[in-house]
DNA sequence: CACGGAACTGATTCCTGGGTAAGTTACCCA
DNA sequence: TGGGTAACTTACCCAGGAATCAGTTCCGTG
């Protein structure tokens, strides 16, 4: 008999390393994810595109939780490890440098902050802890240039810089949906969109 | 034997009418739809909190749908009606205007905005496009002054204008969860934090 | 005082989707 | 050439939550 291929018996190795069946199924999740949220995500869904069944998801990645932290990971260290990269410039450069990093990061998966974004984890549950610890440190980058630039308009309330930096970053989770419902544009352009975008707001 | 509230027996009426009822579980709703999403909302618990059964909700809202359905409706007639109210300032002052109207209208029930922005709603349910009316309706008032306030800087790309819509409407919905975030806070001190904030952006 | 309707309930049904048990195929190597 | 292992599958179980059935109690009215 010749190897594999011939569509004869439905079950056995289809020859595909685990590595990278794990890998297909992660972006396959990330993107059903990012689409519909963990709460409208069916693991039978992402099977199915996959070309796989559902225990394959469940032997490599033990549980939907699982599936969707493996997914976290990988989006909140590329995107944390980016922004942090680019923390240097002053003030309001610095909120467009940002912008810049999360969209050149985002370029090739821009699900990847929907994924971290996401706002139907069940609250209370283990997922949603992991999501936002990953997103606490985002808010910590975020409150030193919030801080800084009211503390630069003699504004020291404590509440003030915690609504802002709130602001900020759903701000940013706008932009990405917002780019996410565009396609077509890219990531240059997004970035002197929001450049525009900022500026306009700053001529009074 | 005396009429009721001796819980001897647990069928039966217990004399209140049908429109006060109603109005509770609406408010009981409410709560829990704002808290936890329509996703993770269960009659069950809506009914606990009553001191009522799940098959009485079932009796005055017909079904799940049915009793967001009715949440939304409340709550999407009076921010609509509010906001609409006020969109006669000019530009950035009517976005001042635009939020305290806001503050003030949810003040009795902060959760209303969160049922109308709520991003738990499965997706191409028919209780989702029903929220996107409303939302619609308030995208369309913001983009007047978007609109507005681009074409004053010389900037007349409706892309640009869309996605400051979206920022404009998601910074509103920030605010009013960072409010509910924050219940000690009053309307109109949250009014005053957004004009501090504000002006704290502009003062370049 | 019967009776119709309004207010209400316990118990049940049904279905979706997460999770599992047990078995199948193919390849590698002693 | 026969085990051992990696890569798979079919068929199933089961919890939880939406939705329903078949009533029960109470009150107003002719």
Redesign the pocket.
């Known amino acids: 008999?010749y190897?594999?291929r011939?569509a004869?018996?439905?079950?056995?190795?289809?020859?595909?390393?685990?590595e990278e069946?794990e890998a297909q199924i992660l972006d396959i999740a990330t993107e059903e994810l990012g689409m519909h949220g963990y709460a409208h995500?069916?693991?039978?869904v992402v099977a199915q595109r996959a070309?796989?069944?559902?225990?394959?998801i469940?032997?490599y990645f033990?549980?939907?939780?699982g599936l969707y932290l493996a997914c976290l990971e990988r989006a909140g260290d590329q995107i944390v490890e980016a922004v942090t990269a680019v923390q240097n410039g002053v003030a309001l450069t610095r909120a467009l440098d940002t912008v810049a990093a999360i969209f050149a990061t985002l370029e090739p998966r821009r699900q990847d902050w929907a994924v971290l974004w996401d706002e139907t984890l069940p609250p209370g549950s283990t997922v949603r802890e992991a999501a936002l610890q990953y997103r606490r440190k985002l808010i910590d980058l975020g409150s030193v240039g919030t801080h800084e630039l009211l503390a630069a308009r003699d504004n020291h309330d404590d509440l003030d810089a915690s609504m802002m930096t709130e602001i900020w970053l759903n701000t940013v989770t706008t932009v990405v949906r917002w780019w996410l419902d565009h396609p077509e544009q890219d990531a240059a352009t997004m970035t002197a969109r929001c450049a525009r975008l900022l500026a306009a707001l700053q001529a009074g």
Chains 1, 2 share one sequence.
């Open positions: 008999m190897s594999c011939m004869k018996s439905p079950s056995g190795t289809k020859g595909v390393p685990r069946r995500t069916s693991l039978t070309g796989i069944s559902k225990p394959l469940y032997m033990d549980s939907k939780d």
